[in-house]
């Protein structure tokens, strides 16, 4: 039984910073690309920026230069730090990865969301 579970969403003035959490647990064999999502009411959803299992990153063009994400393999954990948040990033963040597990058997795999809301 693999889980994602993420943590550090929340309320968070202009200009402020965040930082999520994602960690992955269950019987576990390798984890590839992994990334976090976003989704605000009316919007589709959208890729905010993903990470290869050799460190390559990829970013939406919106957050380039303001969020970074990086992994620790040994937790197999991911993260996304937002500085200089700004109201139009109010969404749902979402946490993906693609695991294959100790069957060798390989699955794309989404966590709950977690609302981050930008607002004074």
């Known amino acids: 039984q693999v889980q994602l579970v993420e943590s550090g969403g929340g309320l968070v003035q202009p200009g402020g910073s965040l930082r999520l959490s994602c960690t992955t647990s269950g019987s576990i064999f390798s984890i590839s690309v992994m990334g976090w999502y976003r989704q605000a009411p009316g919007n589709e959803r959208e890729l905010v920026a993903s990470?290869?299992?050799?460190?390559?990153?990829n970013y939406a063009d919106s957050v380039k230069g303001r969020f970074t994400i990086s992994r620790d393999n040994a937790k197999n954990t991911v993260y996304l730090q937002m500085n200089s948040l700004k109201p139009e990033d109010t969404a749902v963040y979402y946490c993906?990865?693609?695991?294959?597990?100790?069957?060798?058997?390989?699955?794309?795999?989404w966590g709950q969301g977690t609302q981050v809301t930008v607002s004074s």
């Open positions: 990470i290869t299992g050799g460190g390559g990153t």
């Open positions: 993906n990865a693609d695991i294959r597990s100790t069957s060798r058997s390989l699955a794309n795999m």
